[in-house]
């Protein structure tokens, strides 16, 4: 089973920056996938970014460029930097893992806000 905790949420004006984080601990011998899923208000939950291990990534389409996913496999951890945010980025962010042989896990989410 693997635990994920994330981090790095929080309130930014429209066109600033955030980086999450997302932390992968437990029992597991490797993570095929790490990524980034994100929901809002009244809508479904949707693909951020994804990244494999070995390197591949792969974005939802309208968020390449602004957006970045970044691993680090010697610490299960999945970075997720965004720039330029807008008001339509506003939703909780969850980090999903996985493990090989094992099923998808999900963190408990972070939110963010962009406002002014």
């Known amino acids: 089973q693997v635990r994920l905790v994330e981090s790095g949420g929080g309130l930014v004006q429209p066109g600033g920056s955030l980086r999450l984080s997302c932390a992968a601990s437990?029992?597991?011998?490797?993570?095929?996938?790490m990524g980034w899923y994100r929901q809002a208000p009244g809508k479904e939950r949707e693909l951020v970014a994804v990244s494999m291990s070995d390197g591949s990534t792969a974005f939802s389409g309208s968020l390449r460029g602004r957006f970045t996913i970044s691993r680090d496999n010697a610490e299960n951890t999945v970075y997720l930097q965004m720039n330029n945010l807008k008001p339509e980025d506003t939703a909780t962010y969850y980090c999903h893992a996985d493990p090989r042989g094992g099923q998808r896990s999900w963190g408990r989410g972070t939110q963010v806000i962009v406002s002014s």
């Open positions: 437990g029992s597991f011998s490797s993570i095929n996938a």
